[in-house]
């Protein structure tokens, strides 16, 4: 090992400075800690900035500088009129420019992902590489949106348990199933603006052109025994369809990469 990787290895991690940027009609709140080359956490849909690496300083001790923040409507940050990736991504690239950062490596998961491939696109010159966790969908409206309105009315009626009603029998591992249960309401609980997450809900994405991506990429996926709702097929034609990318996912019978901090930023962290 060279003398300066060990060094950067053995980065103790900083206070988190936070900090708040306007864009429009939206607030958007976050933190940032550390120092080096930056690397920008996007959260998933009905989650907040803590379930991206869920509270591992691992990239930060490596030499990186971590940015998280809520997405709109999500944890601290304000409601918002429009709920879609165009508004995400530039709401992104915002939080870039607040921060003074001209190029980031992205790390998304689920809806963050999604976010991350559609600044990726946007804005290729600002991303210098890509981690796409658990993407959830192929890009095509969703079939079932039904299900989707059916888990926003469902929030909205009876908060986190109410959502968790409109959600239905789980369609994970018996084994899994207490622990799926208890992080849902865990990070429904953690919205300042649980009726935003709601419209948030609504807004079913949509994403193409994954052929465009250019820079260097790597695919989490999970297993469909425990994460149905991040089904690894799409995981694995997000693979086939950016060039290049790199594919990984945890080992038979264990807890998805995505919901473990320390060991998925230990696989990004050689792209980072």
Same mark, same amino acid.
């Given at each position: 090992m060279r003398l300066a990787d060990r060094d950067r290895r053995l980065t103790p991690p900083s206070a988190a400075e936070p900090f708040e940027v306007v864009r429009g009609q939206v607030t958007l709140r976050g933190e940032s800690a550390g120092a080096g080359d930056a690397v920008l956490l996007l959260h998933g849909l009905t989650a907040t900035r803590r379930y991206v690496?869920?509270?591992?300083?691992a990239i930060e001790r490596a030499g990186r500088q971590v940015v998280m923040y809520d997405a709109r409507g999500h944890g601290a940050s304000s409601p918002a009129g429009?709920? *879609?990736?165009? =508004?995400l991504?530039? *709401?992104?690239?915002?939080? %870039? *420019?607040?921060?003074?950062i001209e190029r980031a490596a992205l790390v998304g998961q689920s809806m963050g992902s999604a976010t991350a491939v559609a600044v990726a696109l946007a804005h290729p010159g600002?991303?210098?590489s890509l981690a796409i966790v658990t993407p959830a969908h192929r890009g095509a409206p969703s079939p079932n &949106? =039904?299900?989707? *309105?059916? %888990?926003?009315?469902? %929030?909205?009626?009876?908060?986190?348990?109410g959502f968790l =009603?409109? &959600?239905g029998p789980m369609h994970v591992g018996e084994r899994w199933r207490d622990a799926v249960r208890t992080v849902i309401l865990q990070r429904l609980g953690?919205? =300042?603006h649980p009726a935003a997450v709601a419209d948030a809900l609504r807004g079913i994405p949509r994403l193409e052109a994954l052929e465009a991506i250019t820079v260097p990429t790597i695919v989490v996926g999970s297993r469909d025994d425990v994460d149905p709702d991040h089904p690894r097929e799409v995981a694995e034609e997000y693979v086939r369809r950016i060039p290049g990318a790199a594919f990984t996912i945890e080992a038979e019978g264990e807890s998805p990469l995505a919901w473990r901090g320390g060991a998925l930023s230990k696989e990004i962290l050689p792209l980072l």
């Open positions: 690496v869920h509270g591992s300083r429009a709920y *879609d990736y165009g =508004e991504a530039a *709401d992104a690239i915002a939080v %870039l *420019d607040h921060l003074g600002r991303v210098r &949106l =039904e299900h989707w *309105d059916a %888990l926003a009315a469902g %929030l909205e009626r009876g908060g986190p348990e =009603e409109a &959600l953690r919205h =300042e």
